[in-house]
């Protein structure tokens, strides 16, 4: 999502200030001093002492940001959020001199400049769905994070949808030029050998990504302008994959890495394919995953089904087969700046770490799954984990350490520690998330990477604060104490009401694991008036109880209902 920095000396008129680099003292992080302990391993920036605390803060300034202190566009007057992929804050002065910010209350456009740089749309609002509308709304209880998104989405819909008459009809852009409130593509650098996906350029793994938030936010909702959405942006990569990239129908040679199920970018209006080879499917995947899954309540009919499940099968078995990523570790393509790359000469931690995460929530799926995980997380630490610090580097062609694929890492390991209770993930888990901490300003202002002032609403904001959910939910003790919380649900949580001697919600689907952090343990959990039973493991319905000191984490099985209630 940001400039190389070999290729700053491109003439453009644009100011850029993200790229400059800043000097960091081995004693400190984002011109903070380290927190370190008594091993001299990184702790938080904020509540050094109280992990819970201090993850908790973080995603608390980051969420609330985005849904009551958004800065505005001095231009058009609507939220930066929707102009521009990113800002400078308050912490930046000319000089790249740091400054700590007070916090800020409202809208406070005089604080913050907008950078004039490709926008991002698609991926941010599909990372605020899960961040904002199926994370902190179920942490919380505030349901200003679902309005939040629900503002985003239909905004995407309305002013950043192909028209019905493209070859690829009615499905999200992926970019747009900055300053612009109609996304069609950005064509800012379209001449530097078409940096960005052009006018009316789409990425078709950003279809499945936002395709895959439009059908978890109908299931929120029950609004159907957002199933309508989703399932037109599974129309559309049904259609349109290749089918002919599987070894047994074409030559080894002529495909290997160079062509995958659908091209990386190309022109919604005339088809033209402008990088064909894109690595991530796993959006796909997960879209297909879910509209699939629902079928029977959404009545889709058995012609879209019998597509959606081929397709679906085609790009699964593409991942695993010889010419795919979990084979030949081409993990290439994600970014939506970067120049085409049919030589497939640029690597992301992106792609592998999401597809890491989907095997550990469907361990099922494949046959090697640990294997599978741990080679990939492997991969990662190796080819992007920064030099003396605990933080991952985006990707090739931006070598530079982020807070978002360092908490992305941090997940991934964390789940891994609670499949595996290996001790060196969760080891790993815990610095790369401290790292996290310190990109995080008490104005709300988040740092790219401590080398990287500027903000960006994805690597601040969407693509950082669901990691930590993801860890907290591996590891409930990371979750803050003193506190009731509903950590994660495998079913959207469509209400939820927290009181001292209560917790009542309710989710889309009749099956569901919840897991909750709470201050004791519960007298009672019923699920549709009928009493669930304690239970040593979640192998049948019922729960499971972990202490944790005076505290502890409740995990829920249920399959015969949608609403429970917790009484304390």
């Not at 994370?135 to 019905?164: A, C, H, S, W």
């Not at 789940?415 to 790993?428: A, G, I």
């Not at 300003?441 to 401590?450: F, T, Y």
């Not at 994660?488 to 897991?515: C, G, H, M, R």
Request: net charge positive.
């Amino acid at each position: 999502m940001k400039t190389t920095l070999f290729l700053l000396s491109i003439s453009i008129s644009i100011t850029f200030a993200q790229t400059i680099k800043t000097k960091v003292k081995l004693d400190s992080i984002c011109g903070v001093k380290i927190n370190r302990d008594k091993t001299g391993g990184l702790l938080p920036r904020y509540e050094p002492n109280n992990i819970g605390k201090a993850y908790q803060k973080v995603i608390n300034i980051t969420a609330e940001f985005i849904k009551d202190k958004s800065p505005l566009d001095k231009d058009s007057g609507k939220e930066l959020l929707y102009t521009t992929c990113c800002f400078e804050g308050p912490h930046m002065k000319k000089g790249n001199e740091i400054i700590q910010g007070k916090s800020l209350g409202g809208k406070a456009a005089a604080n913050f400049d907008r950078v004039d740089w490709m926008h991002n749309p698609a991926c941010v609002f599909a990372g605020l769905t899960q961040s904002l509308a199926l994370d902190m709304y179920g942490f919380t209880g505030d349901k200003g994070y679902v309005e939040t998104v629900r503002k985003m989405l239909l905004y995407q819909i309305k002013n950043g949808t192909t028209p019905k008459n493209f070859i690829w009809a009615n499905v999200p852009y992926a970019s747009s030029d900055p300053k612009d409130t109609i996304y069609q593509g950005s064509g800012l650098l379209e001449r530097e050998g078409m940096r960005g996906d052009g006018l009316h350029g789409i990425e078709p793994d950003k279809i499945g990504e936002l395709g895959y938030a439009y059908i978890k936010f109908y299931e929120i909702t029950g609004d159907t302008v957002f199933l309508r959405a989703g399932l037109n942006c599974a129309d559309a990569l049904a259609k349109h994959v290749k089918k002919d990239v599987l070894p047994e129908y074409s030559s080894f040679i002529a495909t290997q890495t160079k062509y995958s199920p659908w091209p990386f970018r190309l022109n919604a209006r005339t088809g033209k394919v402008h990088d064909t080879y894109c690595s991530h499917v796993i959006e796909p995947i997960k879209m297909f995953d879910e509209i699939i899954r629902i079928k029977e309540v959404i009545k889709l009919d058995t012609g879209r089904t019998s597509k959606y499940t081929q397709t679906r099968k085609l790009a699964w078995d593409w991942l695993y087969s010889k010419n795919g990523p979990m084979k030949t570790y081409v993990w290439c393509n994600y970014f939506e700046d970067i120049i085409n790359d049919e030589e497939r000469a640029n690597r992301n931690q992106v792609s592998p770490m999401e597809t890491a995460r989907y095997l550990l929530k469907n361990p099922n799926i494949a046959n090697n799954t640990d294997i599978d995980v741990l080679a990939l997380i492997y991969y990662v630490k190796s080819a992007f984990g920064a030099e003396n610090i605990d933080a991952i580097k985006e990707q090739t062609w931006c070598y530079e350490p982020m807070a978002s694929h360092s908490t992305r890492f941090a997940s991934v390991c964390a789940m891994y520690f609670e499949r595996t209770q290996n001790p060196w993930f969760k080891e790993q888990a815990f610095r790369h998330f401290n790292y996290g901490t310190y990109n995080v300003e008490l104005n709300g202002a988040a740092w790219v990477g401590h080398t990287w002032p500027g903000s960006w609403w994805s690597d601040g904001y969407s693509d950082f604060i669901k990691h930590y959910f993801d860890g907290m939910a591996a590891i409930p003790e990371w979750a803050p104490a003193g506190e009731d919380h509903l950590i994660k649900s495998t079913s959207a949580v469509l209400n939820i009401a927290y009181s001292p001697t209560k917790i009542s919600f309710k989710t889309y689907d009749n099956q569901s694991v919840v897991t909750l952090r709470l201050t004791s343990k519960p007298k009672s959990i019923s699920v549709n008036g009928k009493n669930l039973t304690e239970k040593k493991d979640l192998q049948s319905e019922g729960f499971v109880w972990n202490p944790i000191g005076n505290e502890g984490a409740l995990k829920i099985n249920y399959n015969a209902g949608n609403e429970v209630v917790i009484l304390k």
